[in-house]
């Protein structure tokens, strides 16, 4: 069974933190880039779609 939260939130400006560089992350990091969140990405490994992408990476086990 899922358990959802819908949650609504304005993120202009406001500090985002994805973990994971994958095909999942890619499309949350654009979502959270439409709502002009700032973000940031936390994996070892990051998709090169995802590295040119308006976002700070930081290449580290989270």
Do not use: W
């Amino acid at each position: 069974m899922n358990h959802l939260l819908p949650i609504f939130m304005k993120l202009e400006n406001k500090p985002c933190l994805v973990v994971g560089g994958g095909k999942v992350a890619f499309q949350k990091i654009k979502q959270l880039l439409d709502s002009k969140a700032e973000v940031t990405v936390v994996a070892l490994k990051v998709r090169e779609n995802i590295q040119s992408m308006p976002v700070y990476i930081n290449y580290s086990e989270y």
